[in-house]
Structure formats: C-alpha cells, structure tokens
C-alpha cells in the first residue's frame, strides 16, 4: 500500500535530533530549542515551517519527500547495496560491516535514510535510483546474450545516450537531449536513461501566482544486466515496438556485439493431461 506523505507527520516521525541536524546545516530554525520540544508535538515548529519562504520551503520539502520514500525496508536494503559498492571499492571489509552495523543499531528506518542523507550523501543517489527501480513493474526480459562485461566508460555511456536520442527523436520527434547515468549493484549493472519528453504546460504555484508554464520534463528507460545469467532487464513505459531497438542499442554499445542476438522461443511441447 502507497504511504502517504505529509510534511506535519514527517516531523512526528523523525528525531528531534536529526530533525536539529538537518535544520543547521541549511542555517535556519537556529533559535528552536529542538531538545526541549516535544517528540511527538510539533506545533511550533510546523507554524514556523509554514512562514518560511516559498522557495526555500519548497527545496527542502522535495528532500523530505524523498527521505520518506527511503525510509522503509527496500529503501535500506537499496542504501546498504549502494554502500557496499562504494566501501568495495576501498577493499575495507571492516568499513562495510562497521557502516552496515551503524544503519541496523538504529530505532526505524526514518533514522537510517536521514542519517545517510545527512552523513553519507555519497550513496544517496545511487540508492534513490535503485529503490525507484525495485518500485516498479513490467519489466521486459531479453535472455541468451553473451556474458560479457558491461562497458561503464564515458564514451560507451555516451554511445548509448546517442543512440536513444537519435532513436525517439526520428521515431516519436522527442528525446532532443539524453543522458545515461550506470551503477553497479552486486553483480548487476544498472543504467539509468533520461531522454527529453515532448515540451508540456502544467498549472503551477509559483510565490503565491497561479498560471501555466512549459516545462521540459524528461522520461525513463532502465536497464539491468546480469552478466552472469547473460540477461538484460528493460523497463521503459512506451511502445511495445520500441522495445527490441533499446535492447539491440544496449548490446551493440555497452555489451560491444555487433548486433543484438535472435531470442529464440521455447518450441517445447508439454503433456498437460492430468
């Protein structure tokens, strides 16, 4: 079930002390006596929050969003993935086990996201990436590559983020602009693909006016790929007929082969009498 958010019950939810942290390093509510306050009752701070300006509450409450959205099971089994990547690539086992024991000595899952956002913001992002991926649904399989190594350098991630725009832009007259962004999550490789959408005018709230601007928003396609099983994992909210070009795109410049393998169907015959 969706949890809903609300900035009142995210205060309620969060330490006083975290919340004190949080506030210092942006340099406001300096005067707030976070100790003394209530855990449970946030009143004044939640008054003081509203007469905030808009622009300046608007930017930290997009952070408290995302917090809250990490802040249960798959969001801190995505921080520690993240984490364990980044400590990996120090060869420092103890750091790995000393950062994993910090997050499980915590009370909740509240405290272990605000905790990484505030003090390991170097795995926030690549954790944000994968806890979105584990949330969402029809994925498209393509089994029978070749197990060869995913290329994570700069010119065949850029390769790919061409070939995507050159391909929605001829196909769809979008995707003017695009950018791919790998991480690496145990044995699997994820890309993350944001090419430009179509321009879009959307009513909007802007210090206190109300009318409609364009904006360009961007849209997503996901690969993972499992060097191991020689499989890629496709999620991309689209036409169907698109599918088999991104795939062939991946193959043909991260996965280096000269073109996309056949995927043969299973010609099995099954004896369904009982």
Excluded at 63 to 85: H, N, P, Q, V, Y
Excluded at 202 to 219: C, D, K, L, T
């Amino acid at each position: 079930m969706a949890r809903h958010y609300s900035t009142r019950d995210f205060f309620r939810h969060m330490p006083n002390a975290l919340l004190a942290r949080y506030f210092a390093g942006r340099a406001v509510f300096g005067e707030f006596d976070f100790v003394a306050m209530s855990e449970t009752r946030h009143d004044e701070l939640f008054a003081a929050w509203l007469a905030l300006p808009e622009g300046q509450r608007n930017t930290m409450d997009a952070e408290f969003r995302d917090i809250f959205e990490m802040s249960c099971e798959k969001g801190c089994r995505a921080i520690l993935d993240e984490a364990t990547w980044h400590l990996d690539q120090d060869a420092d086992r103890n750091a790995t086990i000393a950062f994993t024991e910090k997050l499980a000595a915590l009370v909740n899952h509240f405290e272990r996201a605000m905790v990484t956002h505030l003090d390991y913001n170097l795995y926030w992002r690549g954790a944000t990436h994968f806890y979105h991926a584990d949330t969402l649904s029809h994925w498209r399989k393509r089994k029978n590559l070749p197990h060869n190594a995913a290329q994570v350098d700069t010119a065949s991630i850029q390769a790919l983020a061409n070939r995507i725009r050159t391909y929605f832009h001829h196909t769809e007259g979008r995707g003017n602009n695009c950018v791919v962004e790998p991480f690496r999550r145990g044995d699997l490789d994820y890309f993350f693909a944001y090419p430009e959408d179509y321009s879009q005018q959307s009513p909007e709230w802007v210090n206190g006016q109300f009318g409609i601007r364009p904006h360009n928003p961007a849209f997503e396609v996901i690969f993972v790929y499992s060097q191991s099983e020689g499989s890629l994992d496709l999620n991309y909210r689209g036409s169907y007929k698109a599918i088999e070009p991104l795939q062939a795109m991946f193959a043909e410049t991260i996965l280096q082969l000269p073109e996309l393998p056949p995927d043969p169907k299973d010609s099995r015959v099954y004896d369904l009498g009982p």
